[in-house]
């Protein structure tokens, strides 16, 4: 049983990990496998928007997002987690998502039946962060009462530590979504 964490922020002691430290540390505690993948510290470059998509075996980019787009469809859950940046989600998380493409013109599925969506703004935009994840998810099938979403304000590198609030939040999301996935493997 795995939780795999997406992470849109290239600050690996900022407060959107501080955020998803703390939400996958709870599903530890259930005995559930974790992984944060800080998408920063590979290479995912941006969908090259090849015409004839469809009928590659493969995706035509030789980078690191083969082997992610594996660990993340194989996921009994994951979490997407990013800063807002520009009103929108960080361009490190809309590269993920978009490289998903290949997935969705082969029409292959993902493993997970429970989402955790993480943002962190310093003050406005969150819920268009939310609406951009919100669109993607949608492509996951995963069910809406499994849909688990926390977000809040926090600027300054490691702010969020001080909000003992949004710390709760994220712990009860790596709570219930591994209570979740220990349902499904039942
Ligand atoms: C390029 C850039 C764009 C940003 N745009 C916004 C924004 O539109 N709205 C906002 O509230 N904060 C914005 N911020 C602030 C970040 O969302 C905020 O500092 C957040 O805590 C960063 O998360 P992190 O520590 O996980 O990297 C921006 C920061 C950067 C670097």
Request: hydrophobic share 40%.
């Amino acid at each position: 049983m795995k939780i795999v964490a997406i992470v849109g922020s290239p600050r690996p002691k900022g407060n959107t990990n501080i955020l998803v430290d703390k939400a996958l540390a709870e599903s530890a505690k259930f005995n559930i496998q974790t992984e944060k993948i800080i998408l920063q510290q590979y290479e995912v470059n941006p969908c090259v928007g090849h015409d004839d998509c469809t009928s590659f075996k493969s995706c035509r980019q030789r980078d690191d997002t083969k082997w992610i787009l594996e660990r993340f469809r194989e996921a009994d859950g994951v979490i997407l987690a990013t800063p807002v940046y520009y009103y929108d989600v960080s361009s490190q998380m809309k590269a993920f998502i978009d490289r998903n493409y290949f997935i969705y013109t082969h029409k292959q599925v993902y493993k997970a039946k429970v989402v955790g969506i993480i943002i962190v703004a310093a003050e406005a935009g969150i819920e268009d962060a939310l609406h951009t994840l919100g669109m993607f998810v949608n492509e996951l099938g995963i069910e809406e009462d499994k849909r688990f979403v926390v977000s809040g304000y926090a600027d300054k590198l490691g702010e969020a530590k001080q909000n003992l609030h949004l710390g709760e939040a994220a712990q009860k999301l790596g709570q219930r979504m591994a209570q979740i996935v220990m349902e499904q493997k039942k």
